[in-house]
């Protein structure tokens, strides 16, 4: 069995080419992807080649952890998943090809519990569940945010869940004029235009090494930095300031089944809304071109593809 994947070959270097896939097991669905989506973050740093030693990392590989689709075949154990609309969060089907993240590919074969069933109406929406289970696992990990460091996506889900979940409207940083529109019921300002240093919890999803230090001094006493951007460089911060704040530091670890669920029934009861964060959606075929511009270009939110041509 094989399925057209999307390939890194090398740093900078992409295709779309036919692969061969695991037989599914016993209990595996076999998954026809309807979209995937594009990571900024860390796919970018697979794009680049400046990925740090990360399980799983090497070339040639399928990226991706966002994708969706429907069950067309299941093993023995899993034949009533047949015909679910669901989520994936990654695959590793391939046997000539490193899966780091491994979703973004026509089909994919995963054990039956990584398959997430979700309403089909919310279309290429859907591919946001990871990032929205990503915010509400940082959230769950201390106070809700006063102040959040950029406005991709990931922090637009932060604090569309914060609010959702009662928490008082945080400050958003963003230094793009561009992704300075599209909030909703919070302030998204240039940092040059706050003077606030008391904040009691900060949170970075920049992936900016370099803003460590000087958020530390943004700090009330007591206060909490989060970092909830993944960093190529090194983190460094001067100690005198973080002392006399008696700052806290704390890294938003990856999301656990539990919080996509929470998440996935936070959008089917309307609490979370998923509108306005996908800005772009190209056939896969135009992988090559996609991923570039997703990467460099600020005025792409969100780009999905769509593979439901070949489906």
């Not at 993240?101 to 309403?119: D, E, H, M």
């Not at 569309?160 to 958003?172: E, F």
Request: net charge negative.
């Amino acid at each position: 069995m094989q399925s057209l994947a999307v390939i890194i070959e090398a740093p900078e270097r992409l295709s779309l080419r036919a692969l061969r896939l695991d037989a599914p097991g016993t209990d595996d669905v076999l998954v026809d992807t309807a979209w995937s989506g594009i990571s900024s973050g860390t796919e970018k740093l697979l794009w680049t080649g400046e990925m740090p030693p990360f399980p799983g990392m090497g070339y040639p590989l399928v990226p991706g952890y966002e994708s969706v689709g429907r069950v067309v075949e299941a093993g023995s154990g899993a034949r009533g998943r047949v015909g679910d609309w669901v989520f994936v969060p990654g695959a590793r089907c391939y046997p000539d090809a490193h899966a780091l993240f491994g979703g973004t590919s026509q089909r994919l074969v995963v054990p039956a519990a990584r398959a997430t069933s979700i309403p089909e109406t919310l279309g290429e929406r859907g591919v946001l569940l990871a990032l929205a289970a990503t915010a509400l696992h940082l959230l769950k990990g201390g106070a809700a945010p006063e102040l959040i460091v950029g406005h991709g996506v990931l922090a637009r889900l932060i604090t569309r869940i914060a609010i959702a979940n009662g928490a008082a409207a945080p400050m958003v940083w963003e230094t793009d004029p561009v992704r300075r529109t599209g909030a909703q019921g919070y302030k998204v300002v240039d940092p040059a235009e706050d003077d606030c240093s008391t904040y009691g919890t900060i949170c970075d999803v920049s992936g900016d090494a370099g803003l460590v230090d000087p958020l530390m001094r943004r700090l009330a006493r007591g206060g909490e930095l989060v970092l909830g951007g993944f960093y190529r460089a090194p983190i460094s911060f001067a100690f005198p300031p973080a002392f006399m704040r008696e700052a806290r530091l704390r890294v938003a670890a990856e999301w656990q089944p539990e919080d996509l669920a929470e998440v996935r029934d936070m959008v089917v009861d309307g609490r979370l809304d998923l509108s306005g964060l996908v800005s772009d959606v190209r056939p896969a075929e135009e992988a090559p071109e996609a991923y570039p511009y997703a990467f460099a270009d600020s005025r792409c939110l969100k780009m999905v593809l769509d593979w439901r041509s070949w489906s």
